[in-house]
């Protein structure tokens, strides 16, 4: 089958973990035989930041790492509905451009022959309802949201005549234990500050933890305000800054723990998704301990990682994990058992093609 996908980028991984998930995507695709094409704008906000941060050689090494992948980037001259034209299925990114988004829904309901599909990995939905709703879905054959609440609130808008959940998860053929890879240090989060989104619950459950504990910690991420910089060095924590993801699962290697802390919209608004971080470090093997937030669909086993409802809590569960070899493995066995039942990105194209078959899709039943 002909894939084409539209993505903010597929090359860099600046502040966009969308990213992390369709390469892992395009991988499984590309071994079951299938053809993809990824689109990407000229000027995406995420590409632009990932040069300045890493300069030409920032780009090299997305190719090195992922050498069986490739993007092209279009303009303002780019023929969408020829490329449109060309495929069996196009999967169309919610931060694509809504006059591109429109265009394709257009071409599609003037006759296009392909499967149209609209993928929402944000919580724009509820943080940004305008935006998302002022979008022309009309002529979208179905709409993939990466949560169960995500899919709710579109039946409840409207918008999208189908809506289907289809969770993120972890491309297993990067994100696996590494062994024999000394561990340096206590504890590591890979995350962004985000916009105001989780300030309080970082204090919370990271930055005051580490302090009370005395661990060596480290960071990694982008768009940390002087101020989010200045609470980690007072609490002896490490930030390093952006880090690739693909070389993510050599840094979760070197610790023994890390956390996660959900941004707000998704702990308030947007119940049951966890987003990608934890489906990749439970992945990696790492032990994991988790900020509060609902698991409504049931992602996971009790005993894949432990939850703190306090800061306290937190505390007290990072101080058995670093000083606890066996409860560390216990944890990392459980998590990576779940991960390799259930979320992989070979899952979520298993899921893919029977959201297909679903649809009634008669080029997917013959071929996938």
């Known amino acids: 089958m002909r894939f084409l996908f539209y993505t903010h980028s597929l090359v860099s991984d600046w502040n966009h973990g969308n990213a992390h998930f369709l390469r892992g995507v395009l991988r499984d695709l590309l071994a079951r035989g299938h053809q993809v094409r990824v689109l990407e704008p000229a000027g995406s906000w995420s590409r632009a930041n990932l040069i300045a941060e890493g300069g030409p050689a920032a780009e090299a090494a997305f190719a090195q790492a992922f050498p069986m992948l490739r993007s092209e980037r279009y303009d303002e001259t780019f023929d969408h ?8 299925i196009v999967l169309v990114h919610e931060w694509t451009d809504p006059q591109i988004i429109g265009r394709l829904g257009r071409a599609r309901a003037q006759g296009g022959r392909f499967v149209l599909l609209f993928h929402d990995t944000h919580h724009r939905a509820v943080s940004a309802e305008r935006e998302i709703g002022g979008m022309d879905l009309s002529g979208y054959d179905a709409v993939l949201a990466f949560g ?8 409840r808008a409207g918008w999208g005549r189908r809506c289907y959940t289809w969770h993120e998860a972890a491309d297993d053929a990067l994100f696996r234990p590494l062994t024999g890879e000394p561990q340096k240090a206590d504890l590591i989060w890979i995350g962004n500050w985000g916009d105001g989104e989780r300030s309080r619950e970082l204090v919370e459950f990271l930055v ?12 990694h991420g982008v768009r940390y305000p002087d101020e989010a910089q200045a609470l980690l060095a007072e609490a002896g924590i490490a930030y390093r800054g952006w880090l690739p993801n693909a070389e993510a699962p050599r840094a979760f290697a070197a610790h023994r723990v ?7 919209p998704y702990v308030e608004a947007l119940p049951g ?3 990608i971080r934890p489906f990749e470090a439970l ?3 790492i032990p994991l301990v988790s900020a509060p937030w609902t698991d409504a ?6 005993g894949d990682f432990l939850w703190a409802r306090t800061g306290e809590e937190m505390a007290r569960h990072l101080r058995n994990l670093v000083h606890d070899a066996d409860l560390r493995a216990d944890l990392s066995r459980r998590g990576l058992e779940t991960i390799r039942a259930r979320h992989t990105c070979r899952h979520r194209v298993d899921e893919l093609f029977a959201i297909l078959r679903d649809m009634d899709v008669a080029a997917v039943m013959e071929n996938a």
């Open 81 to 88: 509905e020829g490329a449109a034209a060309e495929a069996d």
């Open 148 to 155: 169960e609440s995500l899919r709710e609130r579109y039946l």
């Open 208 to 219: 005051e933890p580490v302090r009370q504990l005395g661990l060596k910690a480290a960071v």
């Open 258 to 264: 890390t956390v996660h802390v959900p941004r707000r």
């Open 273 to 275: 998704i966890p987003t």
């Open 283 to 285: 992945a990696c093997g």
């Open 297 to 302: 669909e049931g992602l996971f086993r009790p």
